[in-house]
């Protein structure tokens, strides 16, 4: 018989150690820790809290155009002066509530100044980045789910955002709708994805919360409701019955009411949101074929920076691993895809090139698609790797060693490169010496001149972070297509910046220079702003 080990009884002070209160707090710890709804908790919070600090760490300045346009309409909001520049001219800005309206609120609380401006635009990036952790972990676990956003996170098409340095896009830090948007469109397909396992009330709770996410998606970018098409798909390939569809549609019914309710109030036509977003469109400033809008997606991944790449390998791979494995996941995924890139190709000039309704080819438009794309590659690869033989997997260590250290090569690799130019980037840091320069100069200034690119964000820098205005000069203008400037302004002070990102220079390239009448009045430590004033100006 086999000798039976007999254990001393445990001495007071070991019982003591062993159920004290850190032992206590420790087990507890574990145990909620265990429980998958608060460990997705915990996770999404570690999530946000990259998002903030990247946006810290980048920190581009408040932009002009689109950004520009949702803040004064979120300050005049519900009186916005549609009769009025800018909103005669782009309308669809105003009628986005699920953006005008935080952003009013921002004001309210925290004044009209960048401050709010920052804390919408990290209120986005943290939609979107724990959107796409919960998407991916509905679909294969809290591990893929992590390690895939927080890769994408610091992928450059999310750093590279300032156009007074490099600019690949406009994104993380940025108040636009294509962020949150497609954030609330990833966290209703992580609730569509749960609700698949559960019954009863716990299912109909989570397709309702589904239900508003897809409703609030559209009151932040309309263009979304193509995704909406497919709902019934997503339902049939999760296997929820087809009667749910209506406890889905439920709350996004009451959303759209809600929506054109307001607009029936505020801007006297219920259908004012629909008919702005319909009308937006035209013939492209730039060149299109058919040819180029159906390679849009390409083109926008690969014509900003190379690492795009990434999401077109991502998309060959999910693929590949649904015509390998046919997982109703992976299926799942490419609907979601698809249902996107179809209507968006076609709408970018594939259908007319004479007619753009969406510029296809601006990667920010393709963002709602992320989140499938980084579970379609992901899960892919975690199923791919299941199927090697049990046999020459187990000899070659190909499950416990090779693919996690290929894995972490691979990561590691993308993480380095993707990080290497953030250092380089001004940040803010050149219009916050302009803060300063300017506050010290409220009564000698009364005037600055800029194109009006640089005086929309400018706007924000004669203000403290709270919106206290620092100086009461008057900001005055000019488009940077025109070809001189205009004759109000000779005689007095200019903003100018060369422009390093994608935006055209002012007057094609013209910039001021001693040789042509001008004197630097100042410049910021990093060069990247300056201001010039007559020779002959004191």
């Known amino acids: 018989m086999g000798q039976t080990t007999v254990r001393e009884p445990a001495g007071q002070d070991d019982t003591e150690a062993r159920t004290g209160p850190a032992a206590r707090f420790a087990g507890g710890f574990r145990a909620g820790w265990g429980r998958p709804r608060r460990r997705a908790v915990w996770l999404s919070a570690l999530v946000a809290t990259c998002t903030v600090l990247a946006q810290w760490i980048t920190n581009p300045p408040p932009m002009y155009f689109d950004p520009y346009y949702v803040w004064l309409a979120a300050r005049d909001w519900p009186d916005i002066p549609l009769d ?21 609120v921002a004001q309210e609380l925290l004044g009209d100044g960048q401050a709010a401006y920052s804390t919408v635009a990290a209120l986005g990036g943290c939609l979107f980045f724990v959107g796409c952790y919960l998407a991916v972990r509905s679909l294969f676990g809290d591990l893929a789910g992590v390690a895939t956003t927080l890769l994408l996170i ?18 993380a830090g940025v108040m636009l709708p294509d962020m949150p948007g497609a954030g609330l469109f990833a966290f209703g397909m992580a609730a569509l994805v749960v609700a698949s396992r559960r019954t009863g009330r716990a299912q109909t709770r989570l397709l309702l919360a589904a239900g508003a996410c897809f409703g609030a998606s559209f009151l932040v970018r309309e263009f979304l409701a193509f995704l909406f098409l497919a709902i019934p798909i997503y339902l049939a390939l999760l296997r929820i019955p087809w009667r749910r569809n209506v406890t889905v549609g439920l709350p996004m019914a009451a959303i759209l009411a809600a929506n054109l309710t307001h607009n029936a109030i505020v801007w006297g036509d219920p259908l004012a949101g629909l008919m702005s977003a319909a009308s937006h469109g035209g013939q492209s400033r730039d060149y299109v074929t058919r040819t180029l809008a159906l390679k849009s997606f390409v083109r926008a991944m690969d014509d900003w920076h190379p690492m795009g790449m990434v999401f077109v390998a991502a998309l060959v791979l999910t693929v ?7 997982d109703r996941r992976l299926a799942l995924t490419l609907v979601w895809f698809l249902a996107l890139a179809a209507p968006l190709t076609l709408l970018a000039g594939v259908l007319d090139p004479q007619d753009i309704s969406l510029r296809a080819w601006l990667l920010r438009y393709w963002f709602a698609i992320f989140p499938a794309l980084l579970a379609g590659g992901t899960g892919s690869l975690i199923l791919l790797v299941r199927r090697i033989p049990e046999g020459l997997a187990a000899r070659f260590r190909l499950r416990t060693v090779v693919a996690p250290a290929v894995a972490v090569v691979l990561a590691g690799t993308y993480a380095v490169s993707a990080v290497r130019a953030v250092p380089y980037l001004p940040r803010d840091r050149a219009w916050n010496e302009l803060r300063g320069y300017l506050a010290g100069h409220d009564r000698d200034m009364p005037v600055l001149w800029a194109d009006r690119r640089l005086a929309q964000t400018l706007t924000f820098y004669s203000r403290s972070m709270w919106g206290d205005t620092l100086w009461h000069g008057r900001i005055r203008d000019f488009e940077h297509t025109s070809t001189k400037l205009p004759e109000d302004s000779y005689g007095q002070p200019m903003l100018f910046t060369k422009w390093r990102g994608q935006e055209a220079q002012i007057f094609a390239g013209w910039r001021p220079s001693a040789q042509g009448g001008w004197r630097l009045m100042w410049r910021s430590s990093d060069g990247v702003l300056e201001i010039w ?4 100006s004191s």
Request: cysteine-free; proline content about 12%; aromatic content about 14%.
């Open 154 to 171: 610091v992928h450059p098409f999310f750093t590279m955002t300032n156009p007074y340095g490099i600019e690949v896009t406009w994104s």
């Open 84 to 104: 009025q520049w800018p909103f005669n001219e782009v309308p669809h800005q105003v009628t986005r509530l699920g953006l005008v309206l935080p952003a009013r």
């Open 320 to 326: 590949v691993g649904w015509a390998v494995t046919r």
């Open 533 to 536: 004033g007559p020779a002959a």
